[in-house]
């Protein structure tokens, strides 16, 4: 009686074991449970400065298109965009000259970022904007800007895909 009762116990339990490991033996060959799938794709330059992004690779080189948002009540005038990453030696700077966002308008940024990253792989930047208040109370002259720049930091974090 002890032996019947020991094979059930083991048969069981046996079946319910082996459709677990069926069901996570799927789950890790699907990539679900891969690192790369968890991570979620973001643009942070704080609320005053939202962005979007695209992170593509086209001719061989890694490009990315930045796209700003000027959350500011007043003019600004953007005069130097840096998209870097510490992991590589790839670098973006953009604007040589300055760019005048109205308060809510955005313009879209486009630049290389060195060598071909591995499609579907995940890109970490780092992003500085350089820019002046167009603010009446604190522009140089009338109808100006600030002589005093700021820089605001953030972070990009997305998916390499194909251009």
């Known amino acids: 009686m002890k032996g019947q009762s020991a094979i059930e116990y083991l048969m069981t339990y046996g079946w319910a074991i082996l459709a677990l490991v069926i069901i996570i033996g ?8 891969s690192p790369s ?24 080189e ?12 007043y003019k600004i005038n953007i005069t130097k965009i840096q998209v870097y990453s510490k992991a590589e030696s790839s ?11 109205d ?3 955005n313009q879209t940024y486009s630049g290389n970022l060195g060598k071909e990253l591995a499609e579907n792989s995940i890109a970490r ?6 820019y002046v208040s167009c603010a009446p109370e604190v522009a140089a002259t009338p109808g100006g800007c600030s002589d005093s720049p700021h820089t605001m930091s953030g972070r990009i974090t997305g998916r390499v895909i194909q251009g």
């Open 62 to 73: 890694t490009k990315i298109a930045l796209g700003v948002v000027n959350g500011f009540p």
């Open 91 to 101: 670098e973006f700077t953009g604007l040589d000259q300055g760019v005048l966002l």
């Open 125 to 130: 930047f780092f992003v500085n904007v350089t």
């Open 103 to 105: 308060s809510g308008s």
């Open 26 to 33: 799927i789950l890790v060959t699907s990539g679900v449970l």
């Open 37 to 60: 799938y968890l991570v979620s794709e973001e643009c942070s330059m704080g609320s005053n400065l939202p962005c979007t992004f695209g992170i593509y690779n086209s001719n061989g």
